[in-house]
């Protein structure tokens, strides 16, 4: 079983820029490809970016394209989400997960089978 823990978040100005952190303990985690979501107060969680278990194929949704870099180091079993040019509207709670579950979409909350317990992110105008 895969354990997962965000760090990182905190206050941030906007386009000021914050680096979030996911380690992993349990099984290696370049088994697994992996993913960023966050979810907003009174929102739905929703897709932000995933990197495959190698680290050269990335995927992000349109709102942080250009501006977030998703990367992973394997020897340190962890994954990273770096976050530039930060708006007010990226305020959320922002989790890693593991893929887990072949044949639904890579941008589906149901694709993962865990998750971290989050970091907060806010962003002030």
């Known amino acids: 079983q895969v354990q997962l823990v965000e760090s990182g978040g905190g206050l941030v100005q906007a386009e000021g820029s914050l680096r979030l952190s996911c380690a992993a303990s349990?099984?290696?985690?370049?088994?697994?490809?992996m993913a960023w979501f966050r979810q907003a107060p009174g929102k739905e969680r929703e897709f932000v970016t995933r990197i495959s278990r190698s680290g050269d194929t990335t995927y992000y949704a349109d709102s942080v394209k250009g501006r977030f870099t998703i990367s992973r180091d394997n020897a340190k079993n962890t994954v990273y989400l770096q976050m530039n040019s930060l708006k007010p509207e990226d305020t959320a709670v922002y989790s890693c997960?593991?893929?887990?579950?072949?044949?639904?979409?890579?941008?589906?909350?149901?694709?993962?089978?865990?998750w971290g317990q989050g970091t907060q992110v806010t962003v002030s105008s």
């Open positions: 349990g099984p290696p985690l370049s088994y697994y490809a």
């Open positions: 997960a593991k893929d887990g579950n072949m044949g639904v979409p890579i941008d589906s909350v149901r694709r993962y089978d865990s």
